[in-house]
């Protein structure tokens, strides 16, 4: 695989050694790609958004915990006038310096199977009138034990549905965050690729405007004598012209994708960097099938469309639910009141409640068919958007992968052209210098030589990123037969 680079190799070899002796970080394709994920703002950004997604996951998980609750209005105080109205009809304004207290603790289970909650409940309060006289200006009450259930009836059950939806949902979620990391993978071999592209653009047009000088010097010199026109002196001076504008527009470019690619992965400006060549392309061979099959299995997108369908029918569910609201409630315990503390849990008395609530609309004009029906038409779109979302996603898998032999192939032809049109261009230049072609002949040479070499770089940035764009796709790599994501 080494003499598929040939001279660029060669080029890059001399350019890292020089680099090192400037005190330079000569860094590879797989420096880059490790340094984005580890540090590039983006990684940090998609480590953030699974921290994010972890925490809802564990506080979705909670609500089928129980909670110990305590409640209550403690310390509760007031002294002020009142409006008492009379029997006759008129008022009195009485002072009223009194504190109510109260305090609740419970334990509360919620019943995922049902949607409704049970709890267990106990409670005292005090009560003092510090204008009354009386033996009864103190007084305590109590609930000594309190098991109730809340039930609604016939109603939309959050939890039912939660326990579907969500741990796909985090599922996706951290799928998601590897899809995000081989994205940034992709995005770091673009800029590297950039970089590279610029620093042989500046390596081009350095070496076209040393050569251009030359021609021109060569030029001058066989226009002295006579063997040349002026027409071609003035021809060959302005492509020396254009070949320092070409060394001054080469070196911003370099600059500025430097700049981008700096920025990107993150790193300081202290840290001076030069780039190396790939040495290799990885062999490997991938069908549209296989591709599909792990697609299939690991990408996000696929549990996505099961939690759309999912939450699709939790429409139809919430819809039907609210047609009418029935709950049910039932309570058994011991309380009590007293003078006393003491008297709250001496031989407390029985308490009992049950009711049921009702509210049920008699006449709705419609309401809630409609409300039923557009959830079901919406269901419906969601099954046909998910169905064309699936063909889509098949289909850009599949011209992924068909582009996998052709970029293959590209890269041999561009190596070969690049190798073609530099010794096209050196025998041309030979025959330049012995007066066997013109000037004209040798720019032609010159242009075909620095488009191929262009075209050989563009041939492997093209690979690279479509390489972790399959990545990206199946969370699959071919070339190591890994898997990038496995689930826990």
Known sequence: ?????????????????????????????????????????????????????????????????????????????????????????????????????????????????????????????????FNDNTSLSEQWSGTVMNVQLNQPLFAFNQLRWDRKTEPLRYEESKREYIEQMEFISREAVSRFFDVLQAQINLQIATFNLANNDTIYKIERGRYNIGTTSQDKLLQVELQ????????????????????????????????????????????????????????QKNRAAYIAFERRRIEADREIAQARGQRFQTELTAAFGLNNNGLMLDDVYTDPSELQQFNLTLNVPVLDW???????????????????????????????????????????????????????????????QNRYLIGKIDITNLNIALTEKDDAKRSYIQALKSFWTAYYDLRRLTLYDFSTKQLLYTPE
């Not at 598929?4 to 090192?20: K, P």
């Not at 972890?54 to 409006?83: A, C, D, M």
């Not at 080469?250 to 780039?275: H, P, V, W």
């Not at 269901?379 to 992968?401: G, H, P, R, S």
Request: a positive charge; zero cysteines.
């Open 240 to 295: 020396l012209l254009r070949s320092r504008q070409g060394v001054a527009q080469a070196t911003l470019d370099q600059e500025t994708a430097r700049l981008q690619l700096r920025t990107y992965i993150g790193l300081s400006k202290d840290e001076n960097f030069a780039l190396s060549l790939p040495e290799y392309i990885p062999a490997f061979d991938v069908t549209v099938d296989e591709a599909l099959q792990y697609a």
């Open 366 to 428: 419609g309401r809630n068919k409609s409300r039923m029906r557009t959830a079901m038409a919406n269901k419906k779109l969601n099954d046909y958007v998910i169905a064309q979302d699936e063909v889509n996603f098949e289909q850009e898998i599949m011209t992924q992968v068909r582009q996998f032999e052709m970029l293959r192939l590209q890269i041999e032809i561009t190596k070969k052209a690049d190798e073609v049109a530099t010794e096209r261009y050196n025998v041309a």
């Open 1 to 129: 695989m080494n003499k598929l680079y040939s001279s660029l190799s060669i080029f890059f070899l001399l350019f890292a050694i020089s680099s090192f002796a400037y005190g330079q970080t000569v860094l590879a394709l797989e420096d880059i790609i490790a340094r984005s994920k580890g540090q590039s703002p983006a990684s940090k950004q998609a480590e953030t958004r699974k921290e994010n997604r972890y925490w809802q996951y564990r506080y979705y998980k909670t609500n089928y915990n129980p909670q110990l609750r305590l409640e209550g209005s403690l310390p509760s105080y007031y002294k002020r006038v009142n409006q008492i109205p009379q029997q006759d009809g008129t008022f009195r304004y009485i002072p009223v310096e009194q504190t109510n207290n109260n305090v609740t603790l419970g334990l509360e289970q919620p019943i995922q199977w049902t949607g409704g909650t049970i709890s267990a409940n106990t409670g005292l309060g005090y009560f003092k009138d």
